[in-house]
Nanobody, 123 residues
Framework: QVQLVESGGGLVQAGGSLRLSCAASGRTFRDYGMGWFRQAPGKEREFVAGITWRTSITYYKDSVKGRFTITRDNAKNTVYLQMNSLKPEDTAVYYC????????????????WGQGTQVTVSS
């Protein structure tokens, strides 16, 4: 079992920045790939960013490339999502998740999920 707790969400104006954190506990954090997903009202949950275990290779949804950065600190069992140049369309509940699948972007391939943190971007 892996327990995930997100923090860092909030209300920000368009063009602003937020940093989300996801603290993990339980099984060995470094053995899992980590991902950030988001879900806006009335929409399906979608992949935003991912980072592999061991090599920390990162990959992103096209619409956030160049604005969002995912990093991980295995010593602190924490993964981060730095979000810059935020847009109103980034408004959603953001979830972190853990997967044993390499480089996955699929919701169904993530085994553990946090409770989510709200990000609201005003225009």
């Amino acid at each position: 079992q892996v327990q995930l707790v997100e923090s860092g969400g909030g209300l920000v104006q368009a063009g602003g920045s937020l940093r989300l954190s996801c603290a993990a506990s339980g099984r060995t954090f470094r053995d899992y790939g980590m991902g950030w997903f988001r879900q806006a009202p009335g929409k399906e949950r979608e992949f935003v960013a991912g980072i592999t275990w061991r090599t920390s290779i990162t990959y992103y949804k096209d619409s956030v490339k160049g604005r969002f950065t995912i990093t991980r600190d295995n010593a602190k069992n924490t993964v981060y999502l730095q979000m810059n140049s935020l847009k109103p369309e980034d408004t959603a509940v953001y979830y972190c998740a853990a997967t044993s699948q390499y480089g996955s972007i699929l919701v169904g391939e993530y085994d553990y999920w946090g409770q989510g943190t709200q990000v609201t971007v005003s225009s």
